[in-house]
């Protein structure tokens, strides 16, 4: 408040005029030279003066004083603290915005030095304002801190400036004082933001992310922070709990437990994460947190554990995930809506980081899945690609194979040919030869040309040429079986392969055994004549090639295929003679079954015979 001074009755200016006016009036008055009228009005005029200088003194003195009360109005009317104080630093005035910053009032104040509101590490900073005062320089606005009267330290601006006379000397300073903290406070919250977001960019882990935001918010907006989450089985479990004094976590935790996991407390954390509302605890008194039944309580020193509180939760887009309870102790920090803000804001930042992780983390298993697949979907792509390289190999080796056979069959055909010419020529030719000299040698005794020859000796004769043609009749016989088994037509299949095992054995001296239970059974031609030739190679073979002793035979019917399996005791027959594309025998019996949708299986070993199956599908 500005002070009201006593004004001085006249101002000086006007006592200087009275006096000298009062000198020329008593001259005036007292001179001899002047006549009586003469003297009178000029004494008449000194008075008139004396009159008219106190009426204007008067007049300026009223307005003077409107001015000062109108000035002392403005200033405390002002938001800011305005001060004004002598240059030995003594205030002379403190208006009501310097009331309502520091809680003095003017009476208070007004008299004592200022360096009552300077906080005993800026007494330097007197020193430097006074020296600057002195060289008559002024201050621009300067962030610093004063102290108010109940010790609150208080960030603020000031601007000086210096109060001089009419004659230009500096007599004073007035300083307007303005209350920084929330500006200093929001540019703090915008650089510590800033510096979470840093933070929670560094990390796609959301543990670290989590722990990082208690790191963060301590010591700069809590002496304690803790991190809760939300599990799966929707029990609530701590993260992290980041005390200023590492030595106090523990204790930190003790309180946890016994005053702030009662999910009735509205201000704890599973009250916090079912409602989402975030929380600002009532300031503590110790009794409140301290109930008298628990005589334990009592032994933790809970006001310099617990001074203000508060919980905000952790809001993905989907769920409310966890919690982040922000705890002031010794810091002596008390909480209000701004630090709310702040940390629900440093809430919201962390719970996108959290979710960014978690995307982050969703798109990379999702890739690595696609890789996955990509990668079996390539391998089976590349077996396939395999497999049917190895079939076109197979198919161009079974072409191959069939070319092979074909070539073989032409020559074997043309062979066979040769082979019943020559038979023709050789046997039935020879015998029809000698035939025809016996019948001509008859002819010439009928014609009695030739010297007579006894009767016995002629039906000798007849006898031999009637035995030649016997012999033909054989050898005609045994071509046409040969290219024909007319005893698959006379006997049907069971007994044609029961004969041929008998021939077999009548001519190689291999003992022979046939059995089947089939008794009437009946195949077309073609396939009699497949199964019968398959038995006829097999046999072949066992000549050749098994050096047995024994062959056992078995024809059998299962599932509506015809099954004949010829076993030989020999030498047995090796994967590799098996698959030999070089030969054909075994090619052709295979071919020949083929042909009916059936097949024919060697199986052997060498040293334990060879066993031939054949399978060709019965008529249905
Ligand atoms: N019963 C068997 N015991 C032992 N080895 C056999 C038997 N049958 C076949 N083999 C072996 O299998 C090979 C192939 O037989 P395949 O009948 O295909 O040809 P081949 O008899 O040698 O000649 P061809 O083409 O004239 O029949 C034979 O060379 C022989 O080594
Ligand atoms: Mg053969």
Known sequence: MIPGKRMPLLTLNTVLGLILLSVVAIGIFFLPPLDGGVRLA?????????????????????????????????????????????????????????ERLFGYSADEVVGQSVQIIYPPERRDEFEQILARVKRGEAAGPVDTIRVAKDGRRIDVSISENLIRDAHGRTIGVSKIVRDATERKRAEQAAHFLAEVSEVLASSLDYETTLASIARLAVPRIADWCAVHVKMEDGTIQQLVLTHVDPAQVEL?????????????????????????KPELAPPFADESIAPAHDAKALTIPLDSQLKALMVVPLIAPAEIFGA????????????????????????????????????????????????????????????????????????????????LLAAHLLSAREEERIAIAREIHDEIGTLMTAIKMDLAFLNKQMNGSGPPKPPEILREEINATMKLVDDAIRTVHEIALELRP?????????????????????????????QSDLDVFHLDAERSTAVFRILQETLTNVARHAHATRVEANLREQDHHLILEVRDNGQGISAEQIANTQRFGLLGMQERAHIFGGDVVIRGAPGQGTTVTVRIPTLS
Request: proline share 2%; aromatic share 6%; glycine share 4%.
């Open 486 to 514: 007319a005893v698959l037509d006379h006997l049907g299949l069971r007994a044609a392969l029961e004969w041929q095992l008998q021939e077999f054995q009548a001519r190689t001296n291999i003992e022979c055994r046939f």
């Open 42 to 98: 000029a004494f008449g005029l000194s008075v008139l003066l004396v009159i008219v200088l106190v009426l204007r003194d008067r007049t300026e003195r009223r307005k003077s004083a409107e001015d000062v009360a109108r000035l002392a109005a403005i200033v405390n009317s002002a938001e800011d603290a305005i001060i004004t104080k002598t240059l030995d630093g003594t205030i002379q005035t403190w208006n009501r915005g310097a």
């Open 252 to 276: 930190a935790r003790e309180l946890q437990r016994r005053y702030l996991e009662d999910p009735k407390v509205p201000y704890s954390v599973s009250n916090v994460i079912r409602t989402g």
């Open 324 to 403: 982040i309870m922000f705890v002031s102790a010794g810091s002596g920090r008390h909480y209000g809506p701004a630090d709310l803000a702040l940390a629900q804001d440093l809430a919201h930042r962390a719970a996108l980081a959290v979710d960014n992780a978690r995307l982050y983390h969703k798109a990379q298993s999702l890739n690595e899945e696609l890789d996955l697949r990509v990668a079996q979907r390539t391998l089976e792509l590349a077996n396939s690609n395999r497999e049917l390289a190895t079939e076109i190999a197979e198919h161009q080796g079974a072409n191959e194979q069939l070319r």
